[in-house]
């Protein structure tokens, strides 16, 4: 596919993608791999999906890579996957900034062992500097917990006289979500067929298309990537009208 901004065949794309890349384990599984290499050719098709995003002038992309359940995963698995995000911070620092994609990450951070902490964070400056696309990378997340902080962080605010109780809408919890400034996902993929949203961006996720595939996110490539904004192009989004 030649190396140009591609729209749907049916309309534009949308500005913000979602995906809960699942499957890696089944993956490998199947092929008598150890788990950790299914994560591994997971971080391929994330290198590929961030090219097809590209292409399709996608804005924004975040990827569901750890959640806070993700924890109790035996240790092996949770050291490899931290060590993986490590190799892919380092790996893909320089094609990223070139493409001008801004990393940000959204989570319990103070969780990540301390040098991928310090990784991300000198990435997210640098990226942060000339930008025209966003990559977020939803790590020790769990949308919950999220939601439960901005709960506190709204309620410290009142009782500490700042904010008058009465004035709390939808917006107010909006802005106090880990990156109010960006806007609500129009789509969430979901790899290998579960029909779930496991914990992830229950608020931003109340009017966005749902794309499935029973792909196994390994397998995940360019080309399923645009069949799922040709499939967002064709619904008719209506937001409970009629
Ligand atoms: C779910 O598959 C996947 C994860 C818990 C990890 C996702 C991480 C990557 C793709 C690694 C690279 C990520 C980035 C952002 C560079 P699973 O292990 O639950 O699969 P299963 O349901 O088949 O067991």
Redesign the pocket.
């Known amino acids: 596919m030649e190396n140009r901004k591609r729209k749907t065949e049916s309309g534009n794309a949308p500005t913000h993608v979602a995906i809960i890349?699942?499957?890696?384990?089944?993956?490998a599984?199947d092929r008598g791999l150890p788990?950790l290499k299914?994560?591994?050719e997971?971080?391929r098709?994330?290198r590929a999906i961030l090219r097809a995003a590209k292409k399709a002038d996608v804005k924004y992309v975040t990827?569901?890579?750890?959640?806070t359940e993700?924890w109790s995963r035996p240790k092996a698995e949770v050291d490899g996957?931290m060590k993986?995000?490590g190799h892919?911070m380092k790996r893909n620092a320089k094609e990223l900034i070139e493409d001008k994609v801004r990393l940000r990450v959204m989570g319990q951070l103070e969780r990540l062992p301390k040098k991928l902490q310090s990784q991300l964070e000198a990435l997210m400056e640098k990226s942060a500097k000339d930008y025209e696309r966003t990559l977020i990378?939803a790590l020790s997340y769990g949308s919950r917990t999220e939601i439960a902080e901005a709960a506190k962080a709204i309620a410290r605010k009142a009782a500490a006289g700042d904010l008058d109780p009465e004035t709390v809408n939808e917006e107010t919890v909006a802005q106090h979500l880990y990156l109010p400034d960006v806007p609500d996902p129009e789509l969430m993929i979901r790899t290998?067929g579960?029909l779930r949203l496991s914990n992830f961006l229950l608020w931003q996720l109340s009017y966005a298309e749902l794309y499935v595939t029973d792909t196994?996110?390994p397998d995940f490539c360019e080309e399923q990537f645009f069949q799922a904004l040709e499939s967002f192009g064709q619904r008719g989004r209506r937001y409970g009208r009629i």
């Open positions: 890349m699942d499957g890696n384990g089944r993956w599984e788990r299914g994560h591994e997971g971080a098709s994330v990827l569901y890579a750890f959640s993700n996957l993986l995000l892919f990378i290998s579960e196994y996110w």
